[in-house]
């Protein structure tokens, strides 16, 4: 009984890290960019060019996007070491943004193994998991906040989806929960970020693999977020009983609606 409860607690525990670590980059990747910034000393002349002007460009797209609403479709697996779906969830929202750190979502429909959830389970729901996401923050490398703790390095230029890009990895000075390792793929033209990849720079023990990306699509001029994906293996051992799952996360994000004057009170009623 007491190795059962212990292995619920930790598989809840695991879940709720996925949320906060979901959650958390896609509120901070689509309207809190402010700046890339270089963290050390770099003689790398090009790269600090590169940075400079992406910094310029998305100080630009912070000074010229007041707000934004959109919608977000998410899907949720686990899935066991043969395949077999252990549990799917689809989650469908649209998502108020504002400056300055403002977000609401309001779930539309919630879908868990197959049932389709109440308006009541769905509100329940989305009170809980936006109340656990604040307890967290995700200190992006591209954040003022957390400019000097990382630094940058050019791997080079390539072509993606058809455009020339920047290649600039990013690392985590600070192996700390929060923190994360990854690439940054840059438009060679506008300097906007079009892709990114990475992973916690911190990984829990029990976590064996695991890949997060972003990739962007060109909105009314701003390349905005279209879809974050997450893959994980997590592989824990109670006693003489394994638990082993694949995590998988689509969320893609569609119909921008940009600087539609969107008023303080949305945000302070529905928190």
Known sequence: MGASMQKTNITKKIHLKLLLIFIGLVAIFVLIIPALSIGTSSKDSLLQEIIRKAEMRQQFILDNIQDATFMGKATYKELDKDG???????IQRRIYMKQYGKR????????????PLSKEEIE???????KKSKSEETKMPLSKEAKGDYEYKLLGSDIFNGMPVWVVQFTSKKKEDG?????????KDKYDIVYAKFVPAKMPSVIKDMDMSL???????????????????IN???LFDMYYRQIKIDDTYSQYKLNSGLKDSLFEAKG
């Open 236 to 238: 824990v051992k109670f």
């Open 215 to 233: 990739s962007y699509s060109e909105v009314q001029g701003y390349w905005l977020p279209s879809k974050f994906e997450m893959y994980m293996k």
């Open 84 to 90: 077999s779906v252990k549990k799917d969830v689809f």
């Open 179 to 187: 923190y994360i390792n990854g690439t940054g793929y840059i438009l």
């Open 104 to 115: 609401y979502e309001e779930y539309i429909s919630m879908v868990v193994d197959g049932k």
């Open 124 to 130: 329940k729901e989305r009170k809980e998991w936006q």
